[in-house]
């Protein structure tokens, strides 16, 4: 008997097919074996395993076993939870297996938080976490307490998920690493990191969800620390681990951190010509440390290319402002029948947006559902109110937001208010902003746009209204800053107003004396009213000269060799005066100046930008 055990649990093993587990099914039929629980334990796990219904064979063969052991038991609960819909058939055969007078597994309860989890029934979860309990000897269990902290969290309750955790026994690094994941992704990464910090053994899996968390919360700088941490520990690199840390150079935008990344992949056996996905975000991360050109390098290498691959470097073009070499990608991609999917669709319109390329982006617009089965989005439309905005055609950009089939969200208004900033309409700009004030009530910078439009317009009862409304929601301007990278690989930040830089008094300098040659030169004169402040000519004089920005420009032009490219990073959108300073500078001084702003890169390079000053 046990040799026909081992032996059918040996042929089970090797079924892939439906056809396959009944034949058998009809040999342990023959062999008297139909009451055997263990087999038919196996059986339908194998059932569930290949997807088949549970009511439509496990259920009648389970119905036809006299007494059941724990393990049949548990393996029905286990198939129902493993069928979408089936919570309610997995529950009831865990009450029948109450009443029968069969003590349950943790495997049973596992199974059951599993599912709980899967569907967000918190409710029932606690009644089982309940019967852990009453049933008694559970409570100690490793993996019933992992399953049980898994269940909280994707419930959304911390709190009982921390609870569990700090009652268990005995934990691994599975424990820890789920609540760390979980105050990762719930934006608490001081918890996180606290959590980490008491880990006893760090295994790669803690040490990428602590990176994963650090790039996932915009904080760059703290994720690249870990992965530091990580290779001085010792611990290998994997995938996952290094999509990571290429978001996070992505997010600094520096070149030193980022050709690091690449050898540390390459060294690992992830480069791209060994992995679509590392040299998918590798492509990514180049096109935003403002390096497309070393992007497209690393795009050609790759042996395999996927659509994201396309989608990564197409959006690389668009953001430089390389509208043609992002459409002829586009071009190239569907003739090597790789299906675009409406990622690949957002980069080419917006492509064309940068370039004011409207029939272009008409076309591809209307192409998208009936040649490649694409629905417009709403981001999709964003993309084409921007474009329109952008080509002067405010009217035609706010028919298409009243004739879109969604409801429009923030995105779409937003598009339309930042083309009224820059043809000032302040009729318009009010209609889009009173949209963005109610779908967006705590999102300063519609606010700060609306201001700077009636600042332009000279209508500062407008303006006043604007702060006013900031005032009473308890909103702040948030502060601009810039970055840049020292030849040595340091970053320096400079926030608008600077002073407190080491070099401060050389760069009030040397910034007095590139805007003197400015106005000599260029008849450079300041833009006022890209101040949204009602103050006196000189003091809205001194405000511009202070921006971020300018000094990271300034602070280039000083340190980093002549031959080289300067390239600054902002948070927030390059104003008007800026943009004017930056392609003087770039005339005067022969150098080529890069910009990414939270919009876009800027290509400043004898006089003229890459946006074409639509921005």
């Known amino acids: 008997m046990m040799f026909l055990q081992s032996d059918f649990n040996f042929l089970l093993n090797g079924c892939t097919s439906f056809k396959q587990i009944k034949q058998v099914h009809a040999q342990l039929l023959h062999r008297g074996l139909d009451q055997c629980c263990y087999l038919l334990a196996k059986l339908v796990r194998t059932l569930s395993k290949l997807g088949v219904p549970m009511d439509a064979y496990s259920r009648p ?165 870990i992965f530091e941490r990580m290779k001085n520990a010792g611990v290998l690199t994997d995938e996952v681990t290094l999509i990571s840390v290429i978001s996070a150079c992505a997010q600094l935008g520096v070149s030193r951190y980022a050709n690091s990344v690449r050898v540390v992949a390459e060294t690992s056996g992830f480069g791209a010509c060994e992995s679509v996905l590392v040299g998918s975000a590798l492509v990514d991360m180049y096109s935003k440390c403002g390096s497309v050109d070393v992007a497209f390098e690393v795009f050609e290498k790759m042996k395999q290319r996927n659509v994201y691959s396309y989608s990564s470097m197409i959006a690389g073009f668009a953001m430089h402002g390389r509208a043609h070499a992002a459409i002829q990608l586009f071009h190239d991609m569907v003739k090597l029948e790789i299906k675009p999917n409406h990622v690949t669709f957002i980069g080419v319109l917006t492509a064309c947006s940068h370039a004011s390329l409207v029939e272009q982006g008409r076309q591809v617009f209307a192409s998208m559902e009936k040649h490649y089965g694409v629905a417009p989005s709403v981001e999709h439309y964003t993309c084409i109110v921007d474009l329109l905005g952008r080509a002067g055609r405010l009217e035609e950009a706010l028919k298409v937001i009243e004739t879109m089939p969604m409801e429009p969200n923030g995105g779409v208004w937003g598009a339309l208010l930042g083309a009224c900033r820059r043809l000032k309409n302040p009729s318009i700009a009010r209609h889009a902003a009173n949209h963005l004030f109610e779908l967006e009530p705590n999102a300063i910078g519609n606010y700060m746009l609306l201001s700077n439009i009636y600042a332009s317009a000279g209508m500062w009862d407008g303006v006043s209204e604007v702060r006013k409304l900031m005032r009473e929601r308890g909103l702040k301007k948030n502060l601009g800053y810039s970055w840049i990278e020292a030849e040595n690989g340091e970053i320096h930040q400079f926030s608008s107003g600077d002073t407190i830089h080491p070099m401060y008094t050389e760069i009030k300098r040397a910034l007095e004396d590139l805007l003197n040659r400015l106005k000599a030169h260029n008849g450079y004169l300041p833009k006022l009213d890209s101040v949204v402040y009602d103050l006196s000519d000189d003091e809205k004089k001194r405000l511009l000269m202070t921006h971020s920005e300018k000094l990271a420009l300034v602070y280039g032009l000083i340190t980093i060799d002549g031959g080289c490219t300067i390239k600054i990073m902002k948070n927030l959108r390059i104003c008007e005066d800026c943009h004017v300073v930056m392609c003087g500078a770039s005339k005067i001084t022969g150098r080529e100046i890069i910009i990414r702003d939270n919009m876009r890169f800027h290509h400043f390079c004898d006089g003229k930008c890459s946006c074409g000053d639509f921005w």
């Open 61 to 225: 063969v389970f119905e036809r076993v006299t007494s059941p052991n724990p393990f049949l038991w548990t393996a029905m609960i286990r198939g129902y939870s493993l069928q979408d819909g089936c919570l309610s058939q997995s529950v009831g055969f865990y009450c029948r297996m109450r009443r029968a007078g069969s003590r349950p597994l943790s495997f049973t309860f596992s199974a059951l938080f599993k599912t709980c989890g899967a569907v967000k029934e918190m409710g029932l979860g606690r009644q089982i976490h309940a019967q852990t309990i009453l049933v008694g000897g559970f409570v100690s269990d490793l993996y019933v307490g992992n399953t049980l902290m898994d269940m909280y969290v994707k419930c959304g309750v911390l709190g009982c998920a921390r609870r569990v955790f700090d009652e268990m026994p005995e934990r691994d690094v599975v424990s820890w690493t789920e609540l760390i994941v979980a105050h990762a992704k719930g934006g608490d990464m001081e918890l996180a990191e606290d959590l980490f910090g008491e880990l006893p053994v760090k295994d790669k899996v803690a040490w990428t969800a602590m990176v994963t968390g650090y790039a996932q919360n915009a904080r760059p700088r703290e994720a690249l620390y």
